[in-house]
Every structure is written in structure tokens, then in C-alpha cells.
């Protein structure tokens, strides 16, 4: 499931069998793929954001549970005025729809544990091509719904290419919270089950701190 808030939306926020794999891990462009039946995961992933003490531990478990997918987050973010937890839940369903191409839609809510204590909640549609045996492409439109700030579109686009078996990349350009942000990044299949994620982030605004991810995946029966 990829359907996350990046360290700088989050903060905003708070503030205020193919060689192709599902994008997931904490890549913000969701993909149009579900866990197997009986399947589970873990993602973990720090973010840290450059010339900034703003940093963030994610940990996500999900499961299959009949036509669609559960999950659970819990986040805790670090900056100059302290730390905040951020707990969520997401569900998502997807399916295939022919000739390469799939959909689904996915949901999740958050809040915090301060006041307010209700963050908001986003609505968002993936849409995946797989291009070739090598390449897929991932589309996003949805909307943020945040408490007591205006509501703002979600969308985006990524590539995501597989030229080895135990390598993947990504290059995704999404927009959350009324920002937009760019990502580029690399996945390293350490085993069959077990995905290791380095990314680097940053808005499109010259102005907008950029940040590095380090993310850990597994997948595995119930």
C-alpha cells in the first residue's frame, strides 16, 4: 500500500510474478495492486529532512482480509517544538480491469495526540498501466479532507521501472495538501519477501526543504 502522507505533508499538517513490484513502501503515487489472499506486511520507514531537525519513524502493519486491504500506521514526528504521534488506518481495493490496466480506490484517516486531535482524512483512485514487462506507470487523482482547513486535490504520477530482478526504480511527482513534491528513488530486493527502499523528496518550490527516506518492507503469510 503507497498511500501515504510524506514527511512534509505531515508536517503541514500537524502544523496546520513479474519483475515489476507495487510501488508501496512510502512512496506517496499509490498503486493499483493489493497483498495475495492470506497475505500480510510490515513497512518501516525514517524520513529526515535536510538542514532541519524534523524527522519521522513510520511503521505500518496491513493485512488481506477477504476483497480488500486493512492497515494500521503509527508515526512520530520530531522537530524543534517537540514530538507528535500521528496514528491511522487505511483500507484500499483494487482489481484488475484488462489489457494491462488496473483500479481501485483507497481511503485512509489520521490524528494526533494533541489537539486538534483530528487531522483529516483522503480519498484517492489509483490507476496502473504495466507498460511492459519491465515498466509500469502509476496514476493518482483524489481529494485531502483536513479538519478546519480547506480541502485540497491529491493527485499523481510515477514510473516505476525493474530492470533486474532485485532492483526497481522510481521517479513520481504528486501533489498533497495543496503542495507539490517530486521523488526519486531505488528498491533493492534483499530476499523474495523483504524489500529495502532509499528515496530522496523535496517540493517543487526552491524554497521547500528537501528529505531522505530509509524504508524496510516484508511481506509474509498469516
Known amino acids: 500500500m503507497a498511500h501515504r502522507l510524506a514527511l512534509g505533508t505531515l508536517a503541514a499538517l500537524i502544523a496546520n510474478a513479474s519483475p515489476v513490484q507495487a510501488a508501496g513502501g ?14 500480510c506486511q510490515i513497512e518501516t520507514w525514517f524520513d529526515h529532512e535536510t538542514g532541519n531537525a524534523r524527522t519521522l519513524l513510520h511503521a505500518d502493519p496491513a493485512c488481506r482480509i477477504g476483497g ?3 492497515g494500521l500506521s503509527v508515526d512520530r514526528v520530531r ?29 485512509a484517516v489520521a490524528g494526533q495526540d494533541h489537539p486538534p486531535h483530528e487531522l483529516g482524512s483522503s480519498l484517492v483512485v489509483p490507476v ?5 514487462e519491465t515498466a509500469l506507470i502509476h496514476l493518482n487523482a483524489g481529494r485531502d ?28 511527482r ?10 526519486t ?5 534483499l530476499t523474495p519477501s ?5 528515496s530522496r523528496a523535496r517540493g517543487l518550490n526552491d524554497s521547500a526543504p528537501a528529505w531522505w527516506t530509509l524504508g524496510l518492507t516484508r511481506v509474509f503469510d498469516r
Not at 512510502?26 to 497475505?39: I, R, S
Not at 528513488?185 to 530486493?189: C, H, L, N, T, V
Request: proline residues 3%; hydrophobic residues 45%.
Open 26 to 39: 512510502h512512496h506517496a503515487v499509490d498503486d493499483a495492486a493489493m497483498l495475495d489472499p492470506g497475505q
Open 68 to 70: 480488500v486491504e486493512l
Open 79 to 107: 522537530d524543534g517544538a517537540g514530538t507528535t504521534t500521528v496514528g491511522g488506518a487505511q483500507l484500499k481495493w483494487a482489481r484488475e480491469i484488462g489489457n494491462g490496466w488496473s483500479t481501485g480506490v483507497a481511503l
Open 128 to 132: 496502473t498501466w504495466k507498460a511492459s
Open 145 to 172: 479532507f483536513r479538519q478546519h482547513q480547506p480541502d485540497s486535490s491529491h493527485a499523481g504520477a510515477a514510473l516505476e521501472w525493474a530492470p533486474l530482478s532485485a532492483w526497481s526504480f522510481v521517479a513520481e
Open 174 to 183: 504528486f501533489r498533497e495538501s495543496g503542495a507539490n513534491f517530486w521523488r
Open 185 to 189: 528513488g531505488a528498491r533493492w530486493a
Open 194 to 198: 523483504t524489500n529495502v527502499d532509499l
